[in-house]
C-alpha cells in the first residue's frame, strides 16, 4: 500500500487490486467466473474426479458482493425455529438453540432474524459443486466406484480448529461467490453427469438444511441418491424428517470427549452420538470418520471408548475410517497424524470387534481395501479414491457367501 | 452526512471550554456527588486534576445540559459544545482543535468505526460523526481522508447515514463494499479475516460505540463494536463472548489502529439489546471519551447496571450475562486496558 495515496484513491487502488485477483475468463457457456483460487482448488479436485468441465469453487469475494436484488433468490423461510416475544426467534436447527435478535444471524452465519421471522439466505445458494467418486466423502459401502454430484453452500454450525474448508464454512454466504442453482437443477446436473447420487459435503449440510431436504426429494423423483456429509451437530426432529430423504450419511465424529467437542469444535459430544443412533433406528445406510489428531484424540482410552461406544450402540456393521490430519486453519502447530498412530486406532478398533476399519488419507495402506470379516479375503479393493476390484455377489462375498453390510444396487 | 464543511465554527479559541474548565474545579465537589450516584456499585474513583494521573486510565463522561427523554436530545449545537469539551477533557487541551489535531498524521485517513446495527433507534448518531468529521478537517485532515464505515451498506442506510463510496467529502460504506482480507489474523480463541476498510484503507480509527445492553454478551460498547471489522463474528458470541471479545481486539490492525474512543450516549440502552427497543432507552444525554476501551467499557457497565438497579431490574450476573470479557481483556494474556477502579480516572463533565 502507498502510504501517500488519499482515502479515495486507496480505495480505488483496493477495488481495482480485487478486481485483478478475481478476473479470470469466464468458462465457454457457464458464465460462471472463476478466481484463480478456485481454480487451482477446482483443478486439484478434477484431477481426481476426472470431470474437468464440471469444477468451481468459491473465493473470497473481495468486492463483488451478491447484490441486494439477486438476495432474493436464496431466501427461504427457515423450518425449525420458534417465536420468541420482541421479535426474537430460537432456532431448534441444531442443539445449539441459537437466540437470535432482530436483524442478527445464528452461529451458522446463514440463518437470519428478520422482523420475528427466520430465514435462511442460502437456499440455492451454492458456493462450489465437483463430480466427486463416493470413496472421497468416504462411503466405502455405498455403491462403490461411482460418482456423487457434490455441493455446498456457506456456513457452518461448528467451527473446527482444523477444518480445511475454512474458506468456504467459516464465512458468510454474501463473503463467497454464489451460483443459483433451485433443486431441479442441481438434479438436472448430477443426471447430465451420470452420478448415482447427490452429496451434501464440504460444509455442514445441516445449516443448508431446506436447500438439502428440496433437492433430496426432488433427486429422488429422477432415481438420483442422496448422501450427507456431516458433522452429525443436528437437533432430533429435523435429523428425522431428513432421514426420510436421503440414502446415506456420513457422520465426522471428532472425537469421544466433550472436553475436545469444547475446546477444538465449538460443539458438543452427547448430540453427535444421540444423532448417530437415531439414524440406525430409521435404517439410513450410516458411516462414520474419526480424524485422528495428535495428541489431542488418539489416547489409547479414547479409541477404546469409541469402539465400544459403536459396537454397543451402532453394531459391528457400521464402517469406521480412521483418518490422517493434516495442519490446517487454526491448527498448525501440530504434525501429521503418523501412520503408526492411525494403524494403532485400527487395531484397537478391530480387537473391540468392528468389522469394517479403514484407515484414510494414506494412499496406497492396505487398510484402504474391505476384507470379509467371514474369511478375511478382499472384497473390495482400492487405491486412494479408485476402486480396482470388487468381489461381491449380491452383496455377499463371493469367497465364503459372508453377507457385507452396506447399500450395494443391483 | 448531509452538513458539508463549515456547518460548525472552528474550533481553534479557547472560548467557551476555557471558560467552563475555569468553573470546572470549582464544580468538581458538586459534579462527583452526582457521578457517586451514577457509579454508586463500586465503580471507578473520580479525579477533578486536568492532567491525567499518572498509570491511570481517564475516561470523560461529558453530559449535556438537559437530560429528558430520548425524543428531547441536545441540540447540534450542545452535542457540538460537548464533544469540544469532552476531547479537551480527555486531552487536557486548551482548545478543541489542539486534541483533535492529535489524532492521526499528516495525509492519514481516518475510519470512523460506527455502531448501527439497530437502526435509528439505538445507533451511532449521524450528527455525531458529522461533528467529529467536522472537528477532525478543522484539524487538517482532508474530508476524502474520512472514511465512516460499519458492517453492512444497508445498516448505515438504516441509521441515516448516506452511503458514499466516491468523490469529495467523507466517505461512507460498509464492510460489504470493499469485503474482507485473505489472510487469517489469530489470537487465542479467534481467527478472522478482516475488512479492507480497516486494513487497507484507514491509518487511524476513532471508535464509535453505542451505550446499550446485549442480550448474549451483557453490554456492547467500545471493544464489542469492533466485531464489525471481521469476517466472522457470528463466532464469536459463545459464552457471553469471553474471550472472543477481548481476543478479537487483539487481533493487529485493531490493536495497531483504533486510537480513541467516543461512545455515543446520547440516547443508551439497559435492556433488550443488541436490537432497539424504545421500552428500555433512556437519555442518558451524553458521551464517554477514553484511549483505554476497557476502562470505557467497564465504566459504561457500572452506568448500566446503575440504570438496572433503578428500574428494577436484575444485574447482568443475576441475568446470567455478566460481561466477563471485560476482566479478561485486562488479564496478562491481553493487556488491553484495565478494569481495576483504582486505576480507572473518571472525568465527569
Not at chain 1, 273 to 291: F, G, H, K, P, S
Not at chain 1, 376 to 391: A, C, F
Not at chain 2, 17 to 37: D, H, N, P, Q, W
Not at chain 2, 230 to 241: D, E, Q, S, T, V
Amino acid at each position: 500500500m502507498n502510504r501517500k495515496l488519499r482515502g479515495e484513491s486507496r480505495l480505488r487502488m483496493a477495488k481495482g487490486e480485487s478486481e485483478t485477483i478475481d478476473s479470470i475468463p469466464k468458462q465457454s457457456g457457464s458464465g460462471w467466473a472463476l478466481s484463480r483460487r478456485s481454480f487451482f482448488h477446482g483443478s486439484l479436485s478434477l484431477g481426481l474426479a476426472a470431470y474437468p468441465s464440471l469444477s468451481r469453487s468459491s473465493a473470497l469475494a473481495a468486492a463483488r458482493p451478491v447484490l441486494q436484488e439477486d438476495e432474493k433468490l436464496y431466501l427461504a423461510e427457515a423450518k425449525f425455529y420458534e417465536k420468541l416475544p420482541h421479535k426474537k426467534i430460537k432456532c431448534l436447527l441444531c442443539p445449539r438453540e441459537c437466540v437470535i435478535d432482530d436483524r442478527e444471524r445464528g452461529y451458522c452465519g446463514v440463518r437470519e432474524n428478520r422482523g420475528g421471522t427466520y430465514y435462511t439466505l442460502v437456499h440455492s445458494r451454492l458456493c462450489t459443486f465437483h463430480v466427486d467418486p463416493i470413496e472421497k466423502k468416504p462411503l466405502f459401502h455405498f455403491h462403490p466406484g461411482t460418482m456423487a454430484f457434490s455441493i455446498a453452500t456457506a456456513g457452518c454450525n461448528v467451527n473446527c480448529r482444523f477444518c480445511q474448508n475454512w474458506e468456504i464454512s467459516q464465512v458468510r454466504p454474501e463473503q463467497v461467490r454464489s451460483y443459483y442453482a433451485p433443486p431441479e437443477k442441481v438434479t438436472a446436473m448430477a443426471v447430465d453427469q451420470r452420478c448415482l447420487s447427490i452429496a451434501y459435503t464440504y460444509t455442514e449440510p445441516v445449516i443448508f438444511y431446506e436447500y438439502m431436504q428440496d433437492t433430496a426429494i426432488e433427486a429422488r423423483d429422477h432415481g438420483v441418491k442422496s448422501v450427507v456429509i456431516t458433522g452429525g451437530y443436528i437437533a432430533k426432529e429435523p435429523l428425522v424428517e431428513l432421514c426420510a430423504s436421503v440414502d446415506g450419511i456420513k457422520v465426522d465424529l471428532k472425537a469421544f470427549s466433550e472436553e475436545y467437542y469444547k475446546q477444538v469444535v465449538n460443539g458438543e459430544l452427547r448430540p453427535v452420538l444421540d444423532a448417530l443412533v437415531t439414524m440406525l433406528n430409521r435404517e439410513v445406510w450410516t458411516e462414520i470418520v474419526y480424524l485422528v489428531v495428535p495428541t489431542m484424540n488418539d489416547s489409547e482410552e479414547e479409541l477404546i471408548g469409541l469402539s465400544r461406544w459403536v459396537k454397543q450402540n451402532l453394531g459391528p456393521d457400521v464402517p469406521v475410517h480412521f483418518t490422517r490430519f493434516y495442519p490446517q486453519y487454526l491448527m498448525k502447530n501440530l504434525p501429521p497424524t503418523p501412520v503408526e498412530t492411525l494403524e494403532r486406532a485400527k487395531t484397537i478398533a478391530d480387537a473391540e470387534g468392528l468389522n469394517y476399519v479403514y484407515i484414510g488419507n494414506v494412499p496406497g495402506h492396505p487398510a484402504e481395501n474391505t476384507y470379509c470379516p467371514g474369511c478375511g479375503r478382499v472384497v473390495i479393493r482400492r487405491k486412494g479414491y479408485t476402486v480396482s476390484g470388487i468381489y461381491l455377489k449380491q452383496g455377499r462375498c463371493v469367497g465364503c457367501q459372508t453377507e457385507i453390510a452396506g447399500v450395494w444396487g443391483t | 452526512l448531509k452538513g458539508g464543511p463549515g456547518r460548525f465554527p472552528v474550533a481553534n479559541k479557547a472560548s467557551p471550554f476555557v471558560e467552563a474548565m475555569k468553573t470546572y474545579r470549582r464544580e468538581f465537589i458538586r459534579k462527583s456527588v452526582g457521578l457517586g450516584a451514577v457509579l454508586s456499585t463500586g465503580g471507578p474513583k473520580i479525579s477533578g486534576a486536568l492532567q491525567a494521573q499518572p498509570g491511570k486510565s481517564r475516561v470523560v463522561i461529558g453530559r449535556g445540559d438537559s437530560p429528558g427523554s430520548v425524543d428531547r436530545e441536545m441540540t447540534d449545537q450542545g452535542l457540538l459544545d460537548l464533544l469540544d469539551r469532552s476531547m479537551q477533557s480527555l486531552y487536557s487541551k486548551e482548545t478543541p482543535l489542539e486534541a483533535w489535531r492529535l489524532i492521526g498524521g499528516a495525509g492519514q485517513v481516518v475510519g470512523l468505526k460506527v455502531n448501527c446495527l439497530a437502526g435509528k433507534g439505538i445507533s451511532t448518531h449521524p450528527r455525531l460523526v458529522e461533528a467529529i468529521s467536522e472537528r477532525l478537517q478543522q484539524a487538517g485532515v482532508k474530508s476524502s481522508d474520512i472514511v465512516i464505515w460499519d458492517r453492512l451498506n444497508r445498516d448505515l442506510e438504516r441509521a441515516g447515514f448516506s452511503i458514499k463510496e466516491s468523490g469529495k467529502g467523507p466517505l461512507c460504506f460498509g464492510n460489504d463494499h470493499l469485503g474482507f482480507g485473505r489472510e487469517l489474523e489469530t489470537f487465542n480463541a479467534v481467527g478472522s479475516l478482516m475488512c479492507r476498510t480497516l486494513t487497507e484503507i484507514c491509518d487511524v480509527v476513532i471508535n464509535l460505540p453505542v451505550l446499550k445492553d446485549h442480550g448474549i454478551t451483557g453490554v456492547t460498547m467500545a471493544m464489542k463494536n469492533l466485531f464489525g471489522a471481521i469476517h466472522n463474528p457470528n463466532k464469536y458470541h459463545l459464552n457471553i463472548g469471553d474471550p472472543y471479545v477481548a481476543d478479537v481486539y487483539m487481533l493487529p490492525p485493531i490493536r495497531q489502529k483504533v486510537q480513541l474512543t467516543v461512545c455515543d450516549a446520547i440516547a443508551a440502552q439497559y435492556e433488550g439489546g443488541p436490537s432497539f427497543m424504545p421500552q428500555w432507552t433512556w437519555s442518558f444525554n451524553g458521551l464517554i471519551l477514553g484511549f483505554d476501551p476497557v476502562a470505557l467499557d467497564y465504566t459504561g457497565w457500572q452506568i448500566i447496571e446503575r440504570k438496572r438497579a433503578e428500574m428494577g431490574m436484575p444485574s447482568l450476573r443475576k441475568a446470567g450475562r455478566e460481561p466477563t470479557y471485560i476482566a479478561t481483556a485486562a488479564d496478562p494474556q491481553h493487556r488491553i486496558g484495565t478494569c481495576n477502579p483504582d486505576q480507572i480516572e473518571v472525568m465527569e463533565i
